[in-house]
């Protein structure tokens, strides 16, 4: 059976001392709750990763880092590899982000070389992908999707997507005023199961985590993690609340 995953991007906020602080308030939030079947993982920044490894210890909540470079080591000014992720006690890694596809120029083939990377060293990968707007208007949607899954991981041998959580971002629902639906979300989502199974099997696509990353908050939460082929979120402005964040996991 699938895990349900809750993480929170926490991209570039909170100091060392707010990072302290929210990770004091989700351990305080979360406290008493049953989390048998369900993973909570943060992602502070690269500088606090290590205060917040510690931070967490003998909690429930899974410190993730944000990227990762795929080169073991060098002339690679303002990079971080797998190892000294790994050295802190960091063993999951958030790769293929929107924000690092748009800003960064990180392409789908640099993405499958950092997956490699991760897998390797037994890292858990939360692999993000979606459309843009223009994208989703031009009913492109799905295409668009289904090469970046196939440029960057249908590669990887079937025993490796044990440690793959997918995160469908529709970028066009992320701080732009449109709404994506449970539906919606729903849809996507079995589509892309639907790929795995073409692609591998059947019983394979049933174990892989499917998270919904489009603007998840306390209000609509329940409502799209209800729908079966949605086993979490990754949380972008509602994972920097410790009141919100707690909601969203309180509602799988």
Not at 7 to 22: D, F, H, I, P, Y
Not at 141 to 161: D, G, I, P, Y
Not at 229 to 250: C, H, M, Q, T
Request: charged letters at 25%; proline letters at 2%; glycine letters at 8%.
């Amino acid at each position: 059976m699938r895990k349900k995953v809750v993480a929170g991007n926490w991209k570039m906020n909170n100091t060392l001392v707010e990072t302290k602080q929210l990770i004091k308030g989700l351990k305080k939030g979360l406290k008493g709750i049953k989390l048998k079947d369900t993973r909570v993982i943060i992602a502070p920044t690269y500088v606090n990763l290590h205060q917040a490894v510690k931070k967490t210890e003998k909690s429930k909540i899974e410190v993730a880092a944000q990227n990762v470079h795929q080169a073991k080591n060098g002339a690679f000014t303002g990079e971080i590899s797998i190892d000294m992720l790994s050295d802190i006690g960091v063993n999951v890694v958030i790769l293929g982000h929107s924000e690092r596809r748009a800003y960064f120029n990180e392409t789908d083939s640099a993405l499958a070389e950092k997956v490699n990377t991760a897998i390797g060293k037994g890292f858990d990968v939360i692999f993000c992908f979606g459309e843009q707007l223009e994208d989703r208007q031009a009913n492109n949607h799905f295409k668009v999707v289904e090469e970046q899954l196939k440029n960057a991981l249908f590669a990887l041998r079937s025993e490796a997507f044990k440690n793959i959580i997918l995160a469908y971002e529709p970028v066009w629902a992320i701080g732009t005023g449109q709404t994506a639906t449970a539906e919606e979300a729903q849809e996507m989502h079995e589509f892309i199961r639907g790929l795995l199974a073409k692609e591998y099997s059947k019983d394979m696509a049933e174990g892989v985590s499917i998270l919904y990353g489009g603007s998840v908050k306390p209000k609509n939460a329940e409502e799209i993690f209800s729908k079966p082929d949605v086993d979490g979120g990754l949380i972008g402005g509602a994972s920097l609340k410790a009141e919100d964040f707690s909601a969203i996991v309180k509602s799988i």
